[in-house]
């Protein structure tokens, strides 16, 4: 099983045991709707919920930081997934959220996951089955994780990297946001983005219709921002949702994928140490 999996695969396995699907949808706070609450109305049938924000860092002011390896076995067993469960998440718009839970899996060592290209909406305009309510009780399973550090970039990470400029750090962000020119979502944001950054929002890696466009124009795309596959990536957005995104992207193009910078623009952005450049 590949990184990205098609609605007609999904439809072929759908109901065998060693698969678990996972709507991990996420709005952002400008947004008026719920995720689990959609999921209540409207669910590929046997998906669990993946709440972003609970399977996360608890204690952080930051929202839904990356959780220990403990928080992050325990809530895995409790949803059924094992170290041999193939994993495959989706969200409600297409893609925007869904790439997150698929990152978690293989920064906690979990490489049999996968993203449903074009999500939910693709699958119902196919007019495949449906469910609604609660998601059914899964059975517990045993999850040992196997973090990769390396994965993964803290704030420290980038306020050395924006003087040795030795990793490149790819923004997912829409343009208005990357340079200032549009507010930020969460109030009291700060606006544009860190040194030496280039912006890829993320949808110019997807079909309107939320799939990824063909492989060789993601490359085009990433390759046109400055990756070289010499020069290590680090990721970026506005909560370390849609940089997961720009990591797929990589990961599909057959380039090195880096790393994730978690705090993304809302600790960057939050704090009044940190240098912001701007276009405006």
């Known amino acids: 099983m590949g990184p990205l999996v098609t609605t007609e695969w999904l439809a072929g396995e ?8 996972c709507d991990a949808t996420m709005y952002l706070p400008n947004e008026p709707k719920n995720g689990h609450e959609e999921f209540l109305k409207a669910h590929i049938p046997g998906a669990l919920y993946f709440d972003i924000d609970v399977v996360a860092d608890q204690d952080s ?24 469960t193939r994993v495959v998440f989706y969200d409600q718009k297409g893609l925007a959220s869904a790439a997150r839970g698929w990152w978690l899996m293989g920064l906690f060592g979990h490489d049999n996951a996968a993203v449903l290209d074009g999500g939910l909406p693709k699958w119902v305009r196919e007019n495949r089955a449906t469910e609604a309510g609660p998601a059914r009780a899964a059975a517990p399973a045993s999850f040992q994780p196997d973090f990769r550090a390396t994965r993964l970039r803290g704030v420290g990470d980038i306020i050395a990297n924006a003087t040795s400029q030795a990793e490149l750090v790819l923004d997912a962000r829409a343009a208005g946001r990357f340079t200032g020119a549009t507010p930020e979502p969460r109030a009291g944001m700060r606006s544009g983005h860190m040194p030496g950054a280039a912006n890829v929002p993320y949808t110019d890696l997807l079909h309107a219709d939320g799939t990824f466009k063909p492989v060789a124009d993601v490359k085009a795309r ?28 990589l990961r599909l193009s057959g380039l090195p994928e880096g790393a994730v910078y978690d705090g993304s623009w809302t600790e960057w952005g939050g704090r009044a140490d940190t240098a912001v450049e701007s276009n405006v």
Do not use: Q
Not at 224 to 236: C, L, N, Q
């Open 61 to 84: 002011s930051l929202p839904h930081m990356v959780p220990t390896a403990g928080r992050f076995a325990k809530l895995m067993g409790a949803m059924g997934i094992g170290n041999d």
């Open 14 to 21: 759908l109901g065998k045991s060693d698969l678990v699907v």
């Open 222 to 249: 990433l390759v046109a921002a400055g990756v070289d596959g010499k020069r290590p990536v680090i990721t970026s957005c506005g909560s370390g949702v849609t940089a997961c995104i720009l990591t797929m992207g």
